[in-house]
């Protein structure tokens, strides 16, 4: 499964769309999410934001073994997609050990 995490762009085809931090980690709880593209800004910050699901799959990673998927970071914020892109690089360096 593709998962596209995004509150305003089209969704490309054969991507499964979440709006939510908490809907994405649920997918990727069943261990069948092979890629995940993730924006940062998601329209309101109380509810999360895309960082908050790289903060998970690396807890993840460190505590239970987690195998991560494919992850792909598609937002307009700089900053925090150069943030994001150091947590996904992070756990795949975790990843390898």
């Given at each position: 499964?593709?998962?596209?995490?995004?509150?305003?762009?089209?969704?490309?085809?054969?991507?499964?769309?979440?709006?939510?931090?908490?809907?994405?980690?649920?997918?990727?709880r069943?261990?069948?999410?092979?890629?995940?593209?993730?924006?940062?800004?998601?329209?309101?910050?109380?509810?999360?934001?895309?960082?908050?699901?790289?903060?998970?799959?690396?807890?993840?990673?460190?505590?239970?073994?987690?195998?991560?998927?494919?992850?792909?970071?598609?937002?307009?914020?700089?900053?925090?997609?150069?943030?994001?892109?150091?947590?996904i690089?992070s756990?795949?360096?975790?990843?390898?050990?």
């Amino acid at each position: 499964m593709k998962v596209y995490l995004d509150d305003e762009r089209a969704t490309p085809e054969g991507w499964h769309r979440v709006y939510w931090p908490e809907d994405a980690i649920e997918l990727l709880r069943t261990g069948m999410v092979e890629v995940i593209s993730l924006d940062h800004d998601l329209g309101d910050d109380d509810r999360g934001t895309g960082d908050d699901v790289v903060k998970w799959i690396e807890e993840q990673v460190v505590t239970a073994g987690f195998v991560p998927p494919e992850m792909r970071v598609h937002s307009a914020n700089i900053s925090a997609r150069t943030k994001m892109e150091l947590g996904i690089r992070s756990i795949e360096r975790l990843a390898k050990r």
